[in-house]
C-alpha cells in the first residue's frame, strides 16, 4: 500500500498510533520490517505502539532497531508482545531509552534490568505497567520500581517463579494487581499512597504481608485457603484478639473466597472483620464445599459467640454474595450478617445469567482478551492482548437461581427470592440496623483484569443491575 502524494504532508504532521493488527504481511518478517518502516518513515511524535502479533525470534536486530525509532521519537504508549515463543527473548536495553512512555505493558520477555539506581529515572514519566508471562529476578523489581517515580498501576500477569518474591517499595503507586501468578509471597513493605491491592491467585500457600500502607481501601480476593494474612508484622490468625497495630481503618472494600464448610475459614472471615473496623462493603464468594471440618458450620449455634465488631456496629453498608447456593452455612452467614449489621442497607447477589440484563455504566465484560483490556481508565480498552482463555479473568459464581420461593416469614423478597433465601427457622431474630427494610440488590460480577487496573471502577467486583427490579428485604 503508497499513501497519495497529496496526504504525505498530513500524514507527517499527524502524531502517530501504530497497530500491527491492521497490517496483512505474506509472513511474520514482512509484517515486523512494515512496521518498523512505518515508525521510521515518520518524524513523530509516536503516540502509541500496539505490536502483539508478531514473533522476534531470530529478529533481534530488527526489534532493537524499532524500539530504538520509538525511543527517538518520544513513544508514549507501548504494548509489545513477543508472541508467541520463546519465553525467554531479551527485552532490548533499548526500552530504557524510551522516557517519554506513560504507559507500558510488555509480554514473553526475559527483563534484565540493570542495576543503575545511581542514575536518573529510566521512566520519569511511566504511570503504568504491565508484565505479563515474563521473567524478571526480584531484585530486578526493585530497580525497576525506583527508576518509575510516577507509576500508579503494577501488574504481573502469569508470572511463574520469576520473580518470587513481589516486593512492593513505592511513594507513587495506586494499584497493584497480582493475576495467576505463582508468588511464594506478597510483601508491601513502603506503599503509602497505596489504594487497592487485588488478587486472582492459585497455585500453592502463600503470605500476603501488608507492613505500610496507610491508604489502602481495596483489597481481594483474598483466598483463606491460599493466602495468609499479616498486617503490621503481625500474622492474623482465626480466633485470634485482634490489636490496633494488626488493624487497617482505612480499607473500605473487602473480597474473600471462603469456604464455608471449614469452621477455620469462616472463623478467620470474623477475624478479619476485627481487623478493617471501618470496611463498608464485604464481597464474600463462596467456594465448593469439598470435606468438611469436624467442627462443622452448619451449627445454628457456630456463630452466636462471635460476638460483634466495629465495623458491623457503624460501618458495614453493604453485603454481596458471589455463588450463593443456599447450604445451611451459607445461610447462617448471611443472617448473622443481617442480625449483627447495624446499619447494613443493601444485600446483593451476584447473578450468572445477566447477558441480558442492562448494568450501570454499561455492560462489563468477563475476560480479558484482544478487545477488551483497558488501559487503567485513560484510553482506549481494546488494548492489551491476552488470548487462549489463559488470562481469562472469568470468575465463576456457581449457580444462583433467580426464582423459585423462600417460604420464609423472617426475609420477604419482592419480584421473586433467591434460591436457598434466609428460611424462617434461621432469620436473624432481632433487628438489627435501625431500619426495617434491607435493600435486596440483583448484581451481575464485573471481576476481571481490565477492571483491576482501571482507578474509574470504583467497586471491580460487582456492578448493580439496572432494570433488575430492586426489592426490599424485611428483617423482623
Known sequence: MVLSTRWRGVWAATPLLVDDA???????????????????????PVLAARVTRLSFDQHEYALQQLIANL????????????????????????????????????????????????????FP????????????????????????????????A?????????RIRSRSLRIVVEWLCSFDEVIVEDAPCLERLLFESFSDRRPVKI????????LGFLDLQLHALEIGGIVIRAGMNVRASAMLPSLKILAVKVRFSHATEAKMLHTLLRCFPRLQTLHVMFQSIGSRSPDSVDRADFWQPMGTCDCLESHLE?????????LECEQLFVSYILEKGKVLKTLSVVCVDSEDVGVEEGP????????????????????????????????????ISSGGSSGSDGVVMEGGPMSGSIGEGNAPSGGSSGNDMIYFCPAASRWSFQNAID??????????????????VAVE
Request: glycine letters at 6%; charged letters at 20%; one cysteine or more.
Open 22 to 44: 491492521h497490517l496483512r504481511a505474506a509472513d511474520g518478517l514482512c509484517e515486523l520490517r512494515s512496521v518498523s518502516r512505518c515508525v521510521a518513515a515518520h518524524p513523530g
Open 71 to 122: 525511543a527517538a521519537r518520544n513513544i508514549q504508549d507501548l504494548i509489545l508482545f513477543n508472541r508467541p515463543w520463546p519465553l525467554d527473548l531479551p527485552l532490548p536495553d533499548d526500552i530504557l531509552s524510551c522516557a517519554s512512555l506513560t504507559r507500558l505493558y510488555i509480554g514473553l520477555w526475559r527483563w534484565r534490568f540493570p542495576d543503575t539506581t545511581a542514575n536518573s529515572p529510566a
Open 125 to 156: 514519566n511511566l504511570q503504568e505497567l504491565g508484565l505479563f508471562h515474563s521473567i524478571i529476578e526480584d531484585r530486578e523489581v526493585d530497580a525497576l520500581l525506583a527508576h518509575c517515580p510516577k507509576l500508579k498501576i503494577l501488574s504481573f
Open 158 to 166: 502469569m508470572a511463574y517463579n520469576f520473580p518470587s518474591c513481589l
Open 211 to 218: 507492613v505500610h500502607a496507610p491508604r489502602l481501601e481495596v
Open 318 to 326: 453493604t453485603l454481596v454474595l458471589h455463588g450463593f447456593q443456599g
Open 364 to 399: 462489563v465484560s468477563d475476560s480479558a482478551d484482544e478487545s477488551n483490556v483497558s488501559s487503567g481508565g485513560r484510553s482506549s480498552s481494546d488494548d492489551v492482548v491476552m488470548e487462549g482463555g489463559l488470562m481469562s479473568g472469568f470468575v465463576d459464581e456457581g449457580d
Open 455 to 472: 482507578l474509574s471502577v470504583e467497586d471491580p467486583f460487582y456492578v448493580l443491575l439496572r432494570q433488575a427490579r430492586i426489592t426490599y
